[in-house]
């Protein structure tokens, strides 16, 4: 009954509508120009909102793209792309409302709730600090590194918690570099200098790096700061000796930590006298801005504005010996002894690999015992200048060769290594000082970054000949291949090349700026605890170092295969060596950054609003700025063609299109779209001029639709499921007669949507003499089948518009396609693809559970396709 009285009331309000029309008198030719002229301007606005909805949806694809690509991003582009999104959604609002005034006013207000939520996700900042300017070691725990960063956070909690002996000192705090930046008002001025050139470019980096740092250096320490510090350092001389020197050490906030270790990234001002100790400070400081330090904040997408810099302040060592202690093989899971790297005079030398070091093994057994010893003659050391800083000096031949520490200190560093292990529970990166009492200090402590299985290579293969250089030790694994570029100055390291061969005479850690576009590292210096060598691995690059005189051998320009696995370089691209490569990392998954995109898309790209029939497809439906943009586009339509009928102007009125066959084809001209004026309510294709519309529909019947395809029992148990339980779907059930089809056309332009069955259909395109303003886009969503098949058929259609060069965009059982820049006969061609597809593709998703039938289908569609 209520189904009847539903009908009854349809009927009743065309009746009287009818009655309504009739009595009216026809329009004066004032009216008509009236109603025109309205036209005109209701084209122009509707023709804005597409050019805004197509912007939209480009932006959406390019914010999605970022994240599943492993491309880099930063805040600046979530920002620019969130701002360029939400000025055209905003204009589509305002378009839409222009074209029915008051009816879709709540767009507004879900608009500006929505951008709350991104607002909120985008806008939010690190967890509040504690406010003291200057915290001393003894009170610093590993639990303070919000306050005093992981580096000195971990060096606390070794010296309080464990009892190991450290250099004493101090740390100036994240508070204070709040204090700093807001002073100086810092922040907002970087933030604005990223916002108009944000770098893309090795030289454009450099350029930003040395204006930031310079903006930093010239601020001023605020007074009250500067007196904390100080008021520590006469602390710690009181505790130490007067006029102590001191190391100036970064502590950031993220660094040292197991997702990133800015391994060399940061500067650490050494043997600083006391009158130099603020300005040290502001150099550290103004370090975050060096290229390697901004590099690295890009590739693991870190925001700038959350990275404080600490900086620890601890007495100098005067160290007899220094360097590295692994508590296991970086390269290999299975190898668990302890390495030691250790040189002469401090520890600097190792970390930066300019120096050579000793190597300790120490196997873990009860009680441990050096396994291998292998000392090298160290001709050059660090040590700390009586001017103040560090100076490298030449070593006496009798000292080079003997070994920085006897097994006893081995086996004692060990031992505090694995302690430091245990206490941590997993496998440390110690870096260590020998003082000339024979103390052993430790000066920094922080997780180990380790392959998760054993590399692949191992033993080198046999020497065949083909070998360019051999030998040297693997700082980072894997295999690649490129041109060599040799970097031997800024200047070189400005015209790097992306996909080379970085060549080094030492592995610099600044040079690990350019670890984004090689493909691999090779160097005559160095060693696999350098702090480049560390980033390599965090990067996924293969490294080579410690290769001498043999590097001389690889040229400038040539082409050459790293096999860091097998210790070995060939000319040319070895395709052997290279069957063992492996995919980079996404560097960025996972981090700030990245999950702030991801935030930001749970408010952007989910869509919720599908079936114009249903219920729920209303304004004040809109959960994501997605839905408004589909609402916006499918109300501008439906404004578009009730214009004609709400004003009784047959000029513009819709008119269903005259076919052989009998089909729901509507279509509207906006401006030229028909070879000349069209009375009456039917048009045929041949008073049609729009080129895109005619090679659309010739799509639809280049090849006769056979029908769908057969189903078996449990296909078709599966439409009655996804009817039953999707209430989108239950208004097709009753109505057959609403498949229909919507075009809107010009003369070079045809926007056309379409609901067949189960399956929603946009088509958008422009096609003329320009091929650089042409286009075409395609939105698919649907079907009868579950969920999983419906998936499957998108990446179906997906795959097979892919291999025809469009950019494609899948989000479960939805799809966006697009291609641009063709010539004209090239885009028609591919307008009659997207006919053929629209047709073709109908319910294929009832088979997309068995592989074999769906693979005929594959090879059917591009057979059909490549004669269209």
Known sequence: MKRLGKKFKALAARFRQTLFHRGRAPLTEAEMADLRAEFRSRYKDFIKLLSANRRSLETMSEMESALESGRVFGMVFIR?????????????????????PGRHGDLFERFDAIQEEIGRTVMRGPAPVMSDLVVHLDDVGRESSDTVGAKMANLGEVRNALGLATPPGFVITAAAY???FEHNGLQEEIDRRYFVTMP????????MSSSLRRLVMGAEVPHDLREAILGAYRKLESETASGVRVSLRSSGIGEDTAQASFAGQ????????????????????????????MHYRFQRGLRDADLAMCVGCLAMVDCAGGGVAYTANPLDPSDIDVQITAALGLPKGVVEGDVPADLYVVAREEPPRVRERKVEPKHVSHVNSPQGGVERLATDKERAERPVLTDGQSVELAVIALRLEEHYGSPRDVEWA????????????????????????VPARKHDGRALVRGGSAASPGVASGIVRWVRNDSDAKEFPRGCVLALSRPDPERAALLGKAVAVLAREGTLEGHLATVSREYGIPALFHLGDAVDAIEDGMEVTVDADGLSVYRGRDEAAMARSRPRSNLMEGSRIYKTLQGVLNHVAPLTLINPESPDFQASGCRSMHDIIRYCHEMSVKEM????????FPERAAKQLFTDVPMHYWVIDLDDGFRHEVKGRYVKMKDIACRPMRALTAGFTAVPWEGPPAISGRGFASILFEATANPELGVHLKSPAKDKTYFMISRHYVNVQSRMGFHFTTVDAFVGEDAAENYASFSFSGGAADLDRRVTRTRFIGDILEERGYRIRVNMDSLRARVEGLEEEAMLREL?????????????????????????YGEKIRKDLADI
Do not use: W
């Not at 000025?87 to 589509?92: F, H, I, T």
């Not at 040290?280 to 060096?290: C, F, G, I």
């Not at 006919?835 to 068995?850: E, P, S």
């Open 200 to 207: 893309h470019t090795t030289d454009q980096l450099f350029e």
């Open 832 to 856: 009659r693809v997207l006919g053929y597809m629209v047709m073709h593709t109908r319910q294929l998703d009832m088979i997309m559970d068995q592989p074999k039938r769906v693979a005929r």
């Open 80 to 100: 620019s792309r969130m701002t360029a999104l939400a000025d055209n959604v905003r204009l589509m609002i305002e378009k839409l409302d222009a074209l029915g």
């Open 266 to 293: 940061y500067l650490s001002r050494l043997n600083v006298p006391p009158d130099e100790i603020v300005d040290a400070y502001k150099e550290v400081v103004a370090s975050k801005y060096s290229p390697q330090a």
């Open 434 to 457: 020998l003082d000339r009492d024979g103390r052993i200090l430790i000066l920094q402590c922080r997780p180990l970054n380790r392959l998760d299985s054993v590399r692949s290579g």
């Open 178 to 180: 709040r204090a700093f």
């Open 641 to 648: 063609f009730e214009f004609g009928k709400r004003h009784r």
